[in-house]
């Protein structure tokens, strides 16, 4: 398709002189002589500089042929930049506001310019510093709720609808990364995987946990073929910057259509494991416990911010071909159409448990794990935690059906917090 | 994208001329001068001509550019021919010598010629002439678990499953008139709907029957959002052509990804309401018992075989990446295997209930009814008939997940039928 014969990646040196043509930056950074370059990505895929000039800074995203985790033995497709500009577009006009501001796009480099977000901080290092984000649960909430229901056939025209399904189709080789080291990896011997030195009868038993296993293989079939909206694709709280007053979403190359539950339930997976991280961060004690209620704090008003905006939604916006109007209330049946949507929030629900508890399996015993566990310097602390979270874990995706609301999830998470 | 101006219509008259240069038709038919032509389009979309030659013959099927049954208002796409013929390849290849054999396509006059099926009958039209077709419920077994498994991310290699997701999602209109014309036209208030006269009372209690509403949602939204399989999407009984020996599959347009239970259940819906409208078709009695007892026999043989069949390309082509064979057999857990199957099996079943019982409700109360019923000339007696099975419809659309098999599903057949 596209020409990339003259691709090249990006380097510190070579960024002013490569992009200093571009008038959208000179206007936000000033002369190219005078700007400053660092390159800080630490995703798994990217490069990533932060170019600050007199006049300002911005972000300058790359993608590289390979996986960056992996190295070059892991040859990874450009395309995923045009994936995560075409979803960075729709996912911003969705929420405004939670996006980062897009400034140009080259395709045939792989180059995504952006807003550099700044004092932003990537929730994670926030859990790990203990700073409280009080409307970061709100505002992820909301969030789900606008980007989830206005990318379904529930709001869309469904003609844009299929469009776009077909469009994020295309993005196999990121979806491909999902459906093997989410989805398959953490429950079989793969080469890949990897844990805490101590977890190796954690490992072994889940490779044996056929009602685990089962779940697992449900879930990677609803990923595939539950095809109701545009997801983030990727949303754990890496991909979460905030401060105070703030909450950004970036990150979006793994876009693709998929269930709603899974941008639901990656996020609140990510939260509840920095709950469980958080004895390797902090002393025992009042200091622990009030950071672990301020995280389970953000966990209910995500999602009880995300179910009461949804549900505006449905009641305002419901003029998609599944929207159910013509059935209920252009006939005058309101409480039907409100059965209709409690119907669907539970499905989200059940849905979202059964990710979040896949989640915290690949992140303990896949490839990728989170910062939160493996900046913890004792080695036994860190299994220990670990071992409660993918106990929870299992619980959540083996029982999702039955875990009746946000309290009683959070509920088993201090229990298994409590645990010696 | 295709230059359609020179697209004209065929009439019979014209047929030898436009497509006498044809080597593949001159071989078949032999000199155009000798070759009779006749429209026998009786469906609601196309044209079809039956053109024989000295050598034989040859069906030549050409799309108009809006909706026959209802006439020029309704403007349609000529790209559904496009459709069809990348469908026929697929199913085609997927259980060899179902679909009819192509000969060739011309994608801007929208013409696809094929073999001629004879002495092959519509099923429908057996139906009603009382002709028993004993290898029907074998052969349409094999061909949906053949094709609906093979379409699938349980078999195909997923780059090619998703770059043929991306495909069909361009039969945006075809997908309408099922979306609309199936799922929400017969439950409100629609200006296409139209039913026997005498179930004025029957129509009415659909369009207050909030169970039965939020059933046709729910099959709606599995329909838009579960893309697990390529569907042949309209197969009722008049996309069957059969012999004694012999069952054709044609007429794909409507090829589109959705759930297995759509292909099974407007399948398995078209035999049981061939049954109710028995009487109308035969004198009581013997005669008319044996050969509903024909058909139930038919629906019970389709759905063993399916299982047996899709059980059977579980075990030896499960290769796709919902396999889950490196979960299960890899690890020696054949049992998880087994186990797994049998949950998707049930999730099909519960399906093809759902989208049965939607379609009967639309086959008396929509736009779109069928020959069984249309051809009883006693008003009285097919508005009775009618109500048995709309009756039956909206019981499986709303208790789908509780009956048990398909003997339950038969014996609330015979039980309907033996009302007054």
Not at 142 to 167: I, N
Not at 248 to 260: H, K, Q, S
Not at 340 to 348: C, G, K, S, T
Request: hydrophobic fraction near 45%.
């Amino acid at each position: 398709m596209l020409d990339r014969t003259a691709y090249l990646p990006l380097d510190s040196a070579s960024l002013p002189a490569r992009l200093g043509t571009r008038a959208e930056l000179l206007d936000r950074l000033g002369p190219p002589a005078l700007w400053q370059v660092r390159e800080v990505g630490d995703g798994n895929l990217n490069l990533v500089f932060i170019v600050e000039g007199p006049k300002g800074s911005v972000v300058v995203k790359q993608a590289l042929p390979y996986a960056r985790v992996v190295g070059e033995s892991w040859p990874m497709s450009l395309d995923r930049a045009f994936f995560e500009h075409e979803a960075l577009k729709r996912l911003g006009t969705r929420d405004p506001g939670r996006a980062p501001q897009l400034i140009f796009f080259d395709p045939a480099q792989a180059i995504l310019a952006m807003e550099h977000l700044t004092p932003h901080k990537v929730a994670r290092r926030a859990f790990m510093e203990g700073e409280e984000l009080p409307l970061m649960g709100e505002h992820l909430g909301l969030y789900l709720a606008r980007t989830l229901f206005r990318g379904s056939d529930w709001s869309m025209p469904t003609a844009a609808r299929k469009a776009d399904l077909a469009l994020f189709a295309g993005n196999v080789e990121l979806a491909g990364i999902t459906e093997e080291l989410v989805f398959s990896d953490p429950f079989k011997p793969a080469p890949l995987n990897r844990w805490t030195c101590g977890l190796e009868d954690a490992a072994a038993a889940v490779r044996d946990d056929r009602a685990l296993k089962f779940a697992a293989q449900e879930m990677k079939a609803r990923f595939c073929t539950c095809t109701e909206t545009l997801l983030h694709g990727d949303l754990h709280t890496g991909s979460v910057m905030a401060t105070a007053d703030d909450t950004r979403v970036i990150d979006a190359e793994f876009a693709l259509y998929g269930p709603m539950g899974f941008d639901v339930g990656v996020l609140v997976a990510n939260l509840w494991m920095a709950v469980f991280a958080q004895p390797g961060h902090r002393a025992g004690g009042r200091a622990q416990r009030a950071y672990g209620d301020f995280l389970l704090a953000t966990v209910e008003t995500l999602w009880r911010v995300f179910a009461a905006e949804f549900s505006r939604l449905w009641r305002t916006e419901r003029t998609g071909i599944l929207g159910g109007r013509d059935l209920f209330e252009a006939q005058g049946d309101t409480l039907g159409a409100a059965a209709a949507l409690a119907h669907h929030l539970e499905q989200v629900w059940q849905d979202a448990l059964g990710f979040a508890g896949i989640e915290i399996c690949r992140r303990i015993l896949g490839l990728a794990h989170i910062a939160e566990f493996e900046t913890i310097a004792d080695v036994a602390l860190r299994a220990r935690l670990e071992r409660r979270a993918l106990a929870f874990g299992r619980h959540l995706a083996v029982n999702r059906r039955d875990i009746p609301s946000i309290d009683a999830a959070n509920r088993l998470v201090r229990t298994r917090e409590e645990q010696p």
